[in-house]
């Protein structure tokens, strides 16, 4: 594995990961919206980042339409499909940072074998290229009380 933290290097090693839709769940996980959005309005260079470490995919300012057409040809290489999605996990223990306090539902994601990490924010999550939409994997609802 490459230079992944250590919460990520967790994720692929149990093919799950976790989320709470209240607070990431714009239900968007088209991959040029998705990035789109990171890298456009919220500025997140996370994302270029990692690709170039990982990928070797060189991000310019004022290149951006050009790099989004890269990392498409190698998600869509490396996923062996025209349709990637996009979504952003993180492990069960760091998922209760964005629960509220009391009573929480947050979902577990099984992840497919050929998952693609495109981000890794540490215990914040990482950002998955999948080849499946998210509402067709494995997911599981689980219960966690939360005391602030």
Same mark, same amino acid.
């Given at each position: ?35 789109? &959005? ?7 260079? =996370?994302? +270029?980042?990692? *690709?170039?470490?990982?990928? /070797?995919? !060189? ?25 990637? &999605? ?7 223990? =760091?998922? +209760?940072?964005? *629960?509220?306090?009391?009573? /929480?539902? !947050? ?42």
């Amino acid at each position: 594995m490459s230079n992944y933290s250590t919460e990520l290097s967790k994720i692929l090693q149990n093919k799950q990961g976790y989320r709470i839709e209240s607070y990431s769940g714009s239900g968007i996980c088209d991959v040029e919206e998705v990035i789109r &959005f990171e890298m456009g309005e919220l500025e997140n260079r =996370d994302i +270029s980042n990692f *690709c170039q470490m990982e990928y /070797n995919l !060189i991000f310019e300012e004022d290149a951006f339409e050009e790099w989004l057409r890269a990392l498409l040809v190698v998600l869509r290489a490396k996923l062996n499909t025209d349709n990637v &999605f996009l979504l952003w996990l993180t492990r069960k223990e =760091d998922v +209760s940072f964005y *629960c509220d306090e009391g009573t /929480n539902w !947050i979902l577990r994601y099984t992840l497919p074998e050929n998952a693609i990490p495109i981000s890794d924010l540490g215990s914040e999550g990482a950002l998955f290229a999948l080849d499946t939409h998210p509402d067709f994997l494995d997911i599981q609802v689980e219960e966690v009380h939360i005391e602030k």
